[in-house]
């Protein structure tokens, strides 16, 4: 349990003078907490013997009062300092799990659900950072203070009645334990069942169009109440010990104010402590309430971030699959690509994805790529974004292999369009300058035209500034294409991946934005990679991808003649469209 502290050490070693601090001011804020019970006892005495002046009345009184403001001011101060120190480790932690995050590998999201990740960046890190605030609060008090109280009853009062009242101490403490391990174990089940209704409540969210779709709500609700109850079951189960926990206490603590008020009330019959004392012991004991809670309330904490701490460590111990050289080489100019001899499968898989991949390009190339689904074109655009380990041959970057270079440097070289857009929850223009975050207005109207978006920004409310993604306008699929595009185009990258990227635009709009990109692109290497063939007719070589082989390679013309499945395709869609003309 107290292996938390031990895991954290490198936070409390960097943070040690702000915590040694904290600590002291909150002992000397626990000593004078210990001096008014005294001051109520000394008076009480003088009331009995009748020797209260009216001047030791207002020096007492007055003391009080200084004692108040003392001890308001010292408390703030370890209050303050202590609980910072939890934000800080709070804000540590998780800038460390973003990183993380940012640099995994699609391996990973594989291996955890979404639902997971956010419970463990907020739930989680919220556990650890209390061990930091409220941990070595409850520590510092469950012992410093409970000796320094126990000190005080037995040296300024009676260790006899001391020891009496804390009889029911030890039974206290095996209470504690017991109900401290069941709660425990039924608050783990309810936190694992509320990430589960969290992992349900996102896929409901972000499936809701499917669900509409499918008429599935009323199964979709079926299945969320039963999740709901199971979380309420849970939790319930927590707050049944949660509410005997209390009441027992209760009756313990009765005992000892019992033991107190019998015994002490002998012990003033036979002259051994004064009636004052004994309204000093009897504040004292109830002082003593909060550190015995302490030690049950460090159990607690220390054992929730204990375990949150382990599944945080497991997240951000997960080794990328793919990583950084060494020694990185760099490069400066992407003057060739060349695949040789490259084949690859996903982790998993039985068989090869891609199969003897042999190509060959040259800066200001536009490359072709095409098949049917699931031939294997998104995995070679992976392959060269280095996803993935593993891949046999070797894809070389002006005769450098990829893997001895730094990712960064690869991936700062290529612009990716993937088929499935992501818009993120802000204005267009912000979208768009994910490829350039200093881009003007003025670079982002140009690169509009070249995706021809110019059109469709005008029909929006507030052009620009338009908020798109999950809580702004609703974009088309074909409009986030163009939003995609555009971003590409302004990072104006040596690379540029269209995987697929035209495939919800019309015709007409997909071959003038071709033609602005063999306008742009000239002295740069752009893929293609399309179902609609008369996205890549103009390309210096196309290669047709059949269940991860090359099938057939060449120009358009040569491929025409060449009679295999791209001729019979183009055909087809030829007259798809020229259907399509006439109605
Ligand atoms: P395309 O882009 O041509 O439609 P892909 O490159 O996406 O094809 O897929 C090629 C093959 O790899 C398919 O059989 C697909 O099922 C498989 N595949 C794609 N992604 C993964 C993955 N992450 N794990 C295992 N197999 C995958």
């Known amino acids: ?57 207002t020096i007492i009184v007055v003391g009080y009062l200084v004692l108040i403001v003392v001890h308001y001011s010292v408390s703030f101060i370890w209050d303050y300092t202590l609980f910072s120190g939890a934000v800080i480790l709070e804000r540590w932690t998780r800038s460390k799990l973003i990183n993380h995050f940012l640099r995994m590998t699609p391996t990973f999201y594989g291996k955890y659900k979404t639902g997971d990740l956010m419970a463990r960046s907020t739930n989680d890190l919220k556990a650890i950072a209390q061990t930091a605030g409220f941990g070595v609060l409850t520590l510092v008090d469950s012992t410093t203070f409970m000796f320094m109280l126990i000190a005080m009853m037995g040296f300024s009062i009676s260790w006899k009645l001391t020891l009496a009242a804390l009889i029911p101490l030890p039974i206290m403490a095996i209470i504690m334990n017991k109900y401290g391990a069941a709660i425990h174990a039924r608050f783990t089940e309810a936190q694992a069942a509320f990430g589960n209704m969290n992992n349900e409540v996102l896929e409901s ?87 015995m809670f302490a030690v049950g309330e460090l159990i607690n904490v ?12 497991e997240t951000i111990g997960y080794e990328a699959d793919v990583k950084d050289p060494e020694k990185p080489m760099s490069v400066t100019e992407v003057e060739t690509i060349e695949f040789a001899n490259v084949s690859f499968s996903y982790p998993g898989t039985k068989r090869n994805q891609l199969e003897n991949i042999n190509l060959s390009i040259t800066k200001g190339q536009t490359i072709g ?14 392959l060269m974004l280095r996803q993935y380990p593993g891949v046999v041959g070797e894809i070389k970057v002006s005769g450098v292999d990829l893997e001895r270079m730094s990712l960064d440097q690869i991936r700062s070289w290529i612009g990716y369009v993937p088929q ?76 540029l991946i269209l995987d697929d990227s035209l495939s919800a635009v019309d015709g007409k709009t997909e071959s003038k934005i071709i033609a602005h990109l063999r306008e742009e692109r000239k002295n740069k290497t752009t ?38 499945w791209y001729k019979e395709q183009y055909e ?11 109605s």
């Open 1 to 57: 349990m107290f292996q938390v502290f031990k895991k954290l050490d490198w936070f409390f070693k960097h943070y040690w003078k702000r915590y040694t601090f904290a600590i002291i001011t909150l002992i000397i804020a626990s000593a004078i907490g210990l001096i008014p019970p005294r001051l109520l006892g000394y008076a009480i005495d003088h009331i009995q013997f009748q020797t209260l002046t009216s001047q030791l009345l």
């Open 205 to 291: 969210i972000r499936g809701v169009r499917v669900i509409r779709a499918f008429v599935q709500e009323k199964q979709d609700k079926d299945r969320f109440e039963a999740m709901t109850e199971d979380v309420y079951q849970k939790n319930i189960a927590v707050a049944k010990i949660d509410a005997m926990f209390e009441p027992t206490m209760k009756i313990l603590v009765g005992l000892s104010y019992t033991i107190g008020l019998g015994y002490g009330t002998v012990l003033v019959f036979q002259n051994v402590i004064s009636l004052g004392d004994l309204v000093s012991f009897n504040v004292y004991l109830g002082m003593l309430i909060w550190p």
């Open 302 to 313: 220390l054992q929730r971030g204990n375990a949150s701490l382990d599944r945080v460590n």
């Open 369 to 382: 790529v095409v098949g049917k689904t699931g031939s294997g074109k998104t995995t070679l655009f992976k």
């Open 420 to 495: 499935d857009q992501v818009m993120f929850s802000k204005s267009v223009r912000e979208n768009i300058q994910f490829g350039k975050s200093d881009a003007s207005d003025e670079e982002i109207y140009r690169v509009m035209e070249l995706a021809h978006f110019v059109e469709d920004i005008k029909q929006l409310p507030q052009g620009l500034d338009t908020k798109v993604g999950e809580s702004g306008v609703t974009l088309s699929g074909g409009q986030k294409q163009r939003v995609a595009l555009a971003r590409a185009f302004i990072k104006d990258p040596e690379i």
């Open 527 to 564: 893929f293609i990679a399309a179902h609609r063939l008369s996205a890549v007719t103009h390309a210096d070589h196309i290669i047709v991808l059949e269940d991860g082989i090359i099938a057939e390679e060449g120009t358009h013309e040569e491929l025409i003649q060449n009679d295999g």
């Open 572 to 582: 087809q869609q030829q007259l798809e469209d020229d259907k399509e003309a006439i």
